[in-house]
């Protein structure tokens, strides 16, 4: 059975910095795709980064420049690294891994920033 342990979130000022990390255990197949994605109340669950097994990235605009997606194959594990920090990113933060027809999802962690 496939498991995303997620962990990271937390309260931080705004201009602060989080990195919120991802642990995929369990899976058969082969990971394509790991990324993040987020929910802020009242709005629909939005892309933030995404990144394929060869490394290519995909940021979501708001976020460019302020934030890092890495994964490393070996571990199944995905991070990503939020700088800059903004009220506007205060949100759940949802692990997501991609083999050719599968989708999993983390249970979610909570990032809140303070202005």
């Known amino acids: 059975q496939v498991q995303l342990v997620e962990s990271g979130g937390g309260l931080v000022q705004a201009g602060g910095s989080l990195r919120l990390s991802c642990a995929a255990s369990?899976?058969?197949?082969?990971?394509?795709?790991m990324g993040w994605y987020r929910q802020a109340p009242g709005n629909q669950r939005e892309l933030v980064a995404l990144?394929?097994?060869?490394?290519?990235?995909t940021y979501t605009d708001s976020v460019k420049g302020r934030f890092t997606i890495s994964r490393d194959n070996a571990k199944n594990t995905v991070h990503l690294q939020m700088n800059s920090l903004k009220s506007e990113d205060t949100a759940v933060y949802y692990c997501?891994?991609?083999?050719?027809?599968?989708?999993?999802w983390g249970q979610g962690t909570q990032v809140t920033v303070s202005s």
């Open positions: 990144i394929s097994r060869g490394g290519s990235t």
């Open positions: 369990g899976s058969s197949f082969s990971i394509n795709f």
């Open positions: 997501n891994i991609r083999g050719v027809s599968e989708v999993y």
